[in-house]
Each structure stands twice: as structure tokens, then as C-alpha cells.
């Protein structure tokens, strides 16, 4: 036999996932904002070379801050952009392998 949730327990529930996806929403605004931050204080010669990169417009369209500030950070420190994508490859493996673990741990 199931029992229904009380139209108090409802309410609740609702309240507290409006509540969640409203912060879900400012932190995609947030993150966007932030990359376009990152962005703007990049040269002209490494928003280029950024934007050789294979996976630049994924990942811009995306707003994925965290790749950008590691690109940044492989490209100012002598990295040669053909080296980037097996960078990116480890760093891509790394956060699969990391997911994956807290999954795993988590049931």
C-alpha cells in the first residue's frame, strides 16, 4: 500500500526545489559573467591562440571557467598549443576518474 505526501510535505518539497533551481540559475549567470571576466583580461594574442584550440567553441559556449583558467595556465607557462590537447586529454580522464569515484562511493 502507498501512502500519498501530505499537501504540507508538497509544499515543502516544492518550496525547497524553486529554491534550489533558483540558485542553480544565478550560478549559471555567475559563471558566465565570470568567464567573460576571464576572458576580457586575456591579450589579443592569447584570446588567439585560445581560439585555436579543437574544443574552443564547446567549451565557450559552455562557459566552462574551469578549462579556461587551465588552458590559460598551460598556454602562459610555455606550453606549445599542440601540446595542449594531450593536456587536455589527462585533464579530461581526471575528472571522468573522479566522478566516477564519488559515484561509486556514494552508493
Given amino acids: 500500500m502507498v501512502t500519498q505526501p501530505s499537501s504540507i510535505i508538497m509544499k515543502r518539497y516544492e518550496a525547497k526545489y524553486k529554491k534550489f533551481l ?18 576580457g583580461q586575456c591579450t589579443e594574442a592569447l584570446q588567439a591562440a585560445l581560439k585555436g584550440i579543437d574544443d574552443f567553441q564547446v567549451k565557450e559556449s559552455a562557459f566552462d571557467t574551469k578549462w579556461l583558467l587551465d588552458i590559460i595556465k598551460l598556454l602562459s607557462s610555455g606550453i606549445k598549443q599542440s601540446m595542449v590537447s594531450i593536456f587536455e586529454s589527462a585533464h579530461r580522464a581526471g575528472r571522468q576518474f573522479s566522478t566516477s569515484d564519488r559515484r561509486r562511493t556514494s552508493q
Fill in 22 to 39: 533558483d540558485r542553480q540559475d544565478k550560478m549559471e549567470e555567475n559563471m558566465t559573467k565570470l568567464y567573460y571576466l576571464i576572458w
